[in-house]
């Protein structure tokens, strides 16, 4: 199985969030199957929660953006605005066969960090401050 495991810039991608993020829960095996225990998922080297926020990342066809999830695990849960830009920190993408047999490939995200853009400039357009100094 081929993986590809590397960081990218992300300093071209602007990523997008949906204002959606979802903790973790521990799963324990018990008598009648595996059930969630109701407990956060812990990150046993950093003692961190992990979260799954929901992102809109340009991995489409054009660059269109698409919805990921990208796993985050981190003390801090920013407060993410719909459809506002967000920066991520190391993000690093998993793409590996598809799983089952199936055609094509699966692609997962994971990242140190999420923050809300400290820019909303994106190239190619212009922004309000842009616009007033021209």
């Known amino acids: 199985m081929f993986e590809f495991n590397a960081p990218i810039d992300t300093n ?8 959606h993020a979802q903790t973790m ?15 956060p998922l812990i990150d046993e080297a950093t003692g961190a ?5 929901d992102v809109m990342l340009p991995t489409g066809r054009d660059g269109r953006h698409e919805l990921h999830g ?25 793409v590996r066969q ?12 994971t990242a140190d960090a999420i923050r809300p853009a ?3 400039a994106r190239p190619g357009r212009r922004s309000a401050d842009t616009a007033e100094a021209a």
């Open 49 to 53: 929660p992990v979260r799954i926020y």
């Open 12 to 19: 071209q991608m602007q990523p997008v969030a949906t204002g």
């Open 118 to 120: 400290t820019t909303t």
């Open 98 to 109: 598809a799983r089952n047999g199936g055609k094509g490939v699966d692609v997962s995200f």
């Open 70 to 94: 990208v796993r985050v695990i981190s003390h801090e849960a920013p407060e993410l605005a719909p459809y506002a830009p967000v920066e991520l920190d190391g993000l690093v993408p998993k």
């Open 25 to 39: 829960e521990r799963w324990e095996d018990g008598p009648n199957g595996r059930r969630s225990s109701g407990q």
